[in-house]
Nanobody, 119 residues
Framework: QVQVVESGGGLVQAGGSLSLSCAAS????????MGWYRQAPGKQRELVAT???????NYADSVKGRFTISGDNAKNTVYLQMNNLKAEDTAVYYC?????????????WGQGTQVTVSS
């Protein structure tokens, strides 16, 4: 049993900041990668950022320079610091993790957390 749980969503004014957290728990041998997708109404799901257990990061062009992903391997937790938020950042943000448990490696998804940016 593995669970991935996000927290930290909310409403913020344009230009403001929010920080999201995502923690994986359960029968975990190792985590290869954790990251964030987002999906806005009427739009396709977009990969926002990823971080590997070794600390390598990648960002969507739309958030480069504004968002920062970081992780704590000991806590199986990833964070997304979002600065200079824009109305177009409004979306449900989904955390995911590539996790080895028992004899299998799978991708696990969080339940999503709503981020709303007012303009």
């Amino acid at each position: 049993q593995v669970q991935v749980v996000e927290s930290g969503g909310g409403l913020v004014q344009a230009g403001g900041s929010l920080s999201l957290s995502c923690a994986a728990s359960g029968s975990i041998f190792s985590i290869s990668l954790m990251g964030w997708y987002r999906q806005a109404p009427g739009k396709q799901r977009e990969l926002v950022a990823t971080i590997t257990s070794g600390g390598s990061t990648n960002y969507a062009d739309s958030v480069k320079g504004r968002f920062t992903i970081s992780g704590d391997n000991a806590k199986n937790t990833v964070y997304l610091q979002m600065n200079n938020l824009k109305a177009e950042d409004t979306a449900v943000y989904y955390c995911y993790a590539i996790i080895a448990s028992l004899l299998k490696t799978n991708t696990y998804w969080g339940q999503g957390t709503q981020v709303t940016v007012s303009s």
